[in-house]
């Protein structure tokens, strides 16, 4: 169903002769001053209700987005993506007026398991490889905290990767995820797996190699009276919602804190979600305080932080029903649900009554790795372009 739509989408514009363009969302662009440029009435966007009037803020610059124009340049459609599962969809009926609506993001998504003998360097031979940036970056990250010095590696060592990749459009879509990598020094194998109950990374004997960054909930709070859905279908209206944070409702006034340690990157007002902070911390984490009533004094952009920060209060400014705390939580730019940082898992390490399932799965993972690296005839990687500029990805 949801491919009929995008394909029903598609040609309706090509049978009415329409110039389709991939564009970047503009640095400073709101949604509000796209429907300006493009003359479609602000009445679209305030006759929204709360909810998709605050997906219309997640709206990132450097987002890759699809427009559909006429001859004379006045637009019919727009598919702007806002996460990786959920994209807005402008369009024109046939009266001729502009409807607002919210359709999935029909990606695929594969799994490949590459080895990639070295002749030069980590990086320089994975980009050849693959042609993605991301995903040396990643295996540095992975292999940041341990002995593996990467300038001992020579000349016919190994690399071997098993990952997973979205694609949309023809065109890789958000970041690759890691499963299992290794990578040879001098002919000596480093490893590391992920276990998904956790999404950390261990070696193949178990040892946990990822650094726990210790979030804490920023504010005392009544209850949660909105929680995060990356994307849901609503049974009644019919049609797909996301709500991609997290509402805490509390008092007008209480203290709102930084959930952890960071550099605050945005402070000021934004479209939609009012009086907003935005703090970047380590390893990709970005967190987004919403609707706050006024900023603690003293605040400003690039401002270095400590977890606990008296930061600003619970208000109702923007597009808001009620005082409460939207906070929204980033890890690459991809927003996800703060609760399953916040809350502690219930181990801290592998479980002892998984451990032997994980490191069963690790040897078998080993094998393969070997088997590919052996083989005359290794995997190709699949080469794709991105949808995202790489300026826009902040890994560590």
């Not at 050849?128 to 016919?156: E, Q």
């Not at 797996?193 to 190699?209: A, H, I, S």
Request: hydrophobic fraction near 35%; charge should be positive.
């Amino acid at each position: 169903m949801k491919k009929i739509i995008l394909l029903i989408c598609i040609l309706s514009n090509i049978l009415f002769s329409a110039q389709i363009e991939e564009l970047s969302w503009q640095k400073g662009e709101s949604f509000l001053t796209f429907l300006e440029k493009n003359k479609i009435p602000l009445k679209l966007y305030y006759d929204l209700d709360k909810e998709d009037q605050e997906l219309c803020s997640e709206i990132q610059s450097g987002n890759r987005f699809f427009s559909y124009t006429e001859d004379d340049g006045s637009l019919t459609q727009a598919l702007i993506p806002v996460s990786l599962d959920i994209q807005i969809h402008i369009y024109k009926d046939s009266s001729d007026s502009y409807k607002f609506q919210t359709l999935p993001i029909n990606y695929n998504e594969t799994s490949e398991l590459i080895a990639i003998p070295i002749t030069e360097s980590i990086s320089n031979d994975i980009l050849k490889a693959t042609g993605d940036v991301t995903i040396a970056a990643l295996l540095n990250s992975l292999f940041s905290n341990s002995s593996a010095d990467f300038k001992k590696m020579k000349k016919g060592d190994f690399i071997a990767i098993e990952y997973n990749q979205k694609t949309y459009m023809g065109k890789l879509h958000g970041m690759p995820e890691i499963n299992a990598a290794m990578i040879q020094i001098n002919g000596k194998p480093f490893y590391r797996f992920r276990n998904n109950k956790d999404d950390k990374y261990y070696d193949e004997n178990g040892v946990g190699f990822t650094k726990t960054y210790l979030f804490q909930i920023p504010l005392t709070y009544t209850r949660i009276s909105s929680p995060f859905t990356n994307k849901r279908y609503h049974p009644v209206l019919k049609r797909y919602r996301a709500h991609l944070g997290t509402d805490f409702a509390a008092p007008t006034g209480r203290n709102i804190y930084a959930a952890a340690d960071g550099k605050i990157e945005f402070v000021g007002t934004q479209s939609g979600y009012g009086k907003t902070i935005i703090i970047n911390h380590q390893n990709g984490y970005k967190t987004l305080y919403a609707h706050q009533n006024g900023f603690a004094k003293g605040l400003r952009q690039g401002q270095m932080i400590k977890k606990g920060t008296h930061i600003g209060y619970v208000g109702s400014t923007g597009l808001s029903s009620g005082p409460h705390l939207h906070l929204g939580m980033y890890k690459n730019n991809v927003a996800i649900d703060a609760m399953s940082v916040l809350q502690k898992p219930k181990f801290e390490g592998l479980d002892p009554k998984e451990k032997p399932i994980f490191l069963a799965n690790t040897k078998a993972t080993i094998s393969k790795f070997n088997k590919e690296i052996e083989n005359d005839n290794r995997t190709a990687p699949t080469r794709l372009d991105r949808i995202s500029d790489k300026s826009i990805i902040n890994l560590f």
